[in-house]
């Protein structure tokens, strides 16, 4: 079965730093999404990216994040100047389209910054 | 988006039916009602859609009443590995499913 992949599944930073979350999508699908999870909270919405551009983003989804798809496969979260509340569960997901779709998600990098 | 509202936690034993209520008033005529299951450090996984009466996968079946203000999850025989956290999710069809919003869910505990 086809599956979405991220690496690193955990990253370690010190605040301050700058980290980039790296997802490989199901190769067919056009739609990504970035999603976040702090520690015993709800599963966060932060942006969705189609045709090489953010179709939709949170309010959580600052100047702090950014999203790149630099080739054919990859798709980046990148998190500049890092904060001890950025750590949580950051999960990429994918889909065929974007209506009465099922999201398919990556099993998550955890980001701790310390 | 339309608000849901499912019980916080639930307790069954293996070999029993779960049924899991999400109540979802605010429907719109266009809103999906789609579940998705969560392992502790795992990423949500997609379960069943539907959008109005009864829906049936190999994992579990999904009854929509008529006025589409509640829908329930049935998972048949459920095993240990079944528990998790579930998710009821309401959302446009048409306009795109783009952003999920995901509640606190219904953490479900199977028991020996």
């Known amino acids: 079965e086809p599956e979405v992949t991220q690496t690193p599944s955990h990253q370690v930073t010190q605040m301050g730093q700058e980290v980039i979350l790296r997802c490989v999508p199901i190769s067919n699908h056009l739609y990504f999404y970035w999603y976040r999870q702090i520690l015993g909270q709800k599963v966060e919405f932060l942006v969705s990216f189609y045709n090489n551009e953010i179709s939709e983003k949170s309010e959580i989804f600052d100047d702090q994040f950014s999203v790149e798809r630099p080739d054919g496969s990859n798709f980046t979260l990148k998190i500049r100047s890092t904060k001890l509340e950025d750590s949580a569960m950051y999960f990429c997901?994918?889909?065929?389209?974007?209506?009465?779709?099922?999201?398919?998600f990556g099993q998550g990098t955890r980001l701790t910054v310390v | 988006l339309a608000k849901t509202t499912q019980p916080i936690s639930m307790d069954s034993y293996e070999g029993q039916e779960v049924n899991i209520t999400c109540s979802h008033n605010?429907?719109?005529?266009?809103?999906?009602i789609t579940w998705y299951q969560q392992f502790p450090s795992q990423g949500p996984r997609f379960i069943i859609q539907?959008?109005?009466t009864k829906v049936t996968n190999e994992v579990a079946s999904l009854f929509i009443p008529a006025d589409r203000k509640s829908s329930t999850l049935s998972l048949p025989r459920v095993s240990l590995s079944d528990t998790a956290v579930y998710y009821c999710l309401v959302g446009p069809g048409d306009t795109g499913f783009q952003k999920l919003v995901f509640g606190t869910g219904t953490r479900l505990l199977v028991s020996p």
């Open positions: 605010n429907i719109a005529t266009n809103d999906y």
């Open positions: 539907g959008y109005k």
């Open positions: 997901a994918s889909s065929v389209g974007h209506s009465n779709t099922e999201a398919f």
